[in-house]
């Protein structure tokens, strides 16, 4: 078990760029979730998978989010032309089934 | 949906004093509830979890009981160390994505 692995660490950008993350899950786990946490903010669910199948989308998601995961296992978030709203921390977690979720480290966006 | 309402921080203790945070959530049904913690620069771990009733978990010597009927999960610990300090967050699970919902979390932070 190596743990969930979210790709960068930071990422600094300037607004209006667009920026793309990436999470490796733990191997076995069929579900994926990504969260976004804002300062002094618990985190927010953005969206989940089902293997490949997004099943869920929270109106937090605007249309310029997307996310994949197209064979099931690793994911990307994109975000097209930054705002300076969406500098956060960016959370990963897996689990298998119903069992506990299991976070990443996260990605810290900041926008400048 | 399921909500958490949870101590306001920060919480400043002495190294060895006796702690409690307390949490109360409103859910429909009967969730499985979950303290995570997130240290410094950190993703979330999970700490510890009940999935009924009267259940308590525990983990590295914090504690807490689903009390369905104060539908309350309070965390405690009976001596704390400085590692401790930390955010600790309380959770319901949303059983129809088992996405989970955060609260804003409680900071603590231990003196020597």
């Known amino acids: 078990d190596t743990g969930v692995s979210q790709n960068p660490r930071h990422k600094i950008t300037k607004r209006g760029q667009n920026v793309t993350f990436r999470c490796d899950p733990i191997?076995?786990?069929?579900?994926l979730y990504w969260y976004r946490q804002t300062l002094g903010q618990g985190p927010e669910f953005l969206t989940y998978?089902?293997?490949?199948?997004?099943?869920?989308k929270s109106r937090l998601l605007s249309d310029r989010f997307s996310a994949e995961r197209p064979k099931g296992s690793f994911s990307t978030l994109e975000i097209q032309r930054t705002e300076q709203g969406d500098s956060a921390m960016y959370l990963c977690?897996?689990?298998?089934?119903?069992?506990?979720?299991?976070f990443g480290d996260g990605t810290r966006l900041s926008i400048l | 949906g399921n909500s958490v309402t949870q101590m306001e921080g920060p919480v400043t203790l002495s190294e060895e004093a006796f702690l409690t945070i307390n949490c109360t959530y409103t859910?429909?049904?009967?969730?499985?509830l979950f303290w995570y913690v997130q240290y410094p620069g950190e993703g979330l771990q999970l700490l510890l979890k009940?999935?009924?009733?009267?259940d308590k978990g525990s983990n590295k010597g914090f504690e807490a009981t689903y009390r369905k009927e104060t539908t309350s999960f309070h965390l405690e610990k009976g001596s704390v160390q400085v590692s401790d300090s930390a955010v600790y967050f309380c959770?319901?699970?949303?059983?129809?994505?088992?996405?989970?919902?955060f609260g804003s979390g409680t900071r603590l932070s231990i003196r020597p």
């Open positions: 977690a897996s689990s298998l089934e119903d069992q506990p979720q299991h």
């Open positions: 191997s076995e786990h069929n579900r």
């Open positions: 998978f089902q293997n490949e199948a997004q099943l869920e």
């Open positions: 859910a429909t049904g009967y969730p499985s």
């Open positions: 009940a999935t009924k009733a009267d």
């Open positions: 959770a319901p699970e949303n059983s129809s994505a088992s996405k989970i919902i």
